[in-house]
């Protein structure tokens, strides 16, 4: 009797430490507001924004972050070209129809151009 006590008083113990999942039965209203304070902000806004942030921080360590929390699952790799830090990938948005230039190297975009381009100019990709 005793090790099914304790047994289960472990067992709830860690149900209550590791977890939520009691919290979200006693109170989901609060656990419903902490969603709504983690919502990312980005998903508000439009393309044309996402555009202008990604041209905006062109050359920027850290652009390539932005690049694929923007246009998750949208990009399609296309051609690879001399630039950057050696190589840079030529990423196509075929949703939007935008290509971008991507070193993943520095983790940076190097240029950006309406339509489908295989090949940035070499001075648009250094």
């Not at 202008?52 to 949208?74: A, E, I, P, S, Y």
């Not at 935008?98 to 190297?105: D, N, Q, R």
């Amino acid at each position: 009797m005793k090790l099914a006590s304790l047994v289960t008083s472990v067992a709830l113990f860690g149900l209550f430490t590791v977890s939520d999942v009691p919290f979200k039965a006693i109170h989901p209203s609060l656990t419903q507001a902490s969603a709504q304070e983690k919502k990312d902000s980005v998903t508000n806004l439009t393309f044309q924004q996402k555009l202008d942030m990604v041209t905006k921080n062109k050359g920027q360590f850290g652009g390539g972050d932005q690049l694929r929390r923007f246009f998750f699952g949208d990009l399609e790799p296309i051609a690879v070209q001399p630039g950057g830090a050696g190589m840079v990938v030529n990423l196509y948005n075929k949703a939007n129809d935008v290509t971008f230039a991507y070193c993943a190297t520095y983790d940076v975009v190097v240029a950006v151009k309406k339509g489908k381009v295989t090949a940035f100019a070499p001075s648009e990709v250094k």
